[in-house]
């Protein structure tokens, strides 16, 4: 994903972030109180509620930038090279972001059925598959997946890589903010990822 120069419009729909973002009680006031995208996630991250701020940003984000951010997080994955299904699933979300294909959404959808759900890179994929134009299977009325749908599902994978063995007790979800608010500035999200590396490269793996 190339980067950019100018902060990205957001998606904010008071109402879907109420429903649909699962913010605690604390973030919900600061919705209440502020209309403007950015602002919100400011305010989230300037009280400490940095978990809020994750899964707000995921919402709000346009599908690439969100579908993007979980594809970096999961790049993190010291392990992914190795699981060649999960690779698979990331892989192909990364190539809908690059293209926009409707096929290679509905590609990214059956890599995600092969992965466990336990695990981030099947709802990496499942973000990508939600973005296309529908989730009815081929041949059958085209049915167009709600529009918080790949929002959620960015959410549940940086919440899930989270807690991978292979990162568990390195990496919070709270960790993951500072990628996400480079996609939302406009930039590509690699110097965010690079730092994060940098810092697990410091840490021993839990129990070492």
Not at 13 to 37: C, F, S, V, Y
């Amino acid at each position: 994903m190339a980067a950019q120069s100018a902060s990205i419009p957001l998606r904010f729909q008071r109402a879907e972030l109420e429903a649909k973002a699962d913010l605690t009680a604390e973030g919900r006031a600061l919705l209440g109180k502020i209309a403007h995208p950015e602002r919100l996630v400011g305010a989230l991250v300037d009280s400490g509620n940095r978990r809020d701020a994750v899964y707000a940003l995921a919402l709000m984000l346009p599908h690439r930038q969100a579908v993007w951010w979980a594809c970096m997080a999961a790049r993190v994955l010291p392990d992914l090279e190795r699981r060649k299904q999960d690779l698979a699933a990331v892989s192909w979300a990364e190539r809908w972001v690059q293209g926009g294909a409707s096929a290679d959404a509905e590609r990214a959808g059956e890599l995600a059925n092969a992965c466990d759900p336990d695990f981030a890179p099947a709802w990496v994929a499942t973000a990508a598959y939600w973005s296309g134009p529908s989730i009815a299977p081929r041949g059958q009325q085209a049915v167009p997946p709600a529009p918080h749908l790949p929002g959620v599902a960015a959410r549940i994978a940086l919440l899930l890589l989270s807690q991978d063995p292979a990162l568990a007790g390195r990496i919070a979800l709270g960790d993951w903010l500072e990628i996400g608010l480079a996609l939302m500035s406009g930039g590509n999200g690699s110097q965010a990822q690079a730092e994060l590396r940098g810092r697990l490269a410091v840490l021993k793996p839990a129990g070492q």
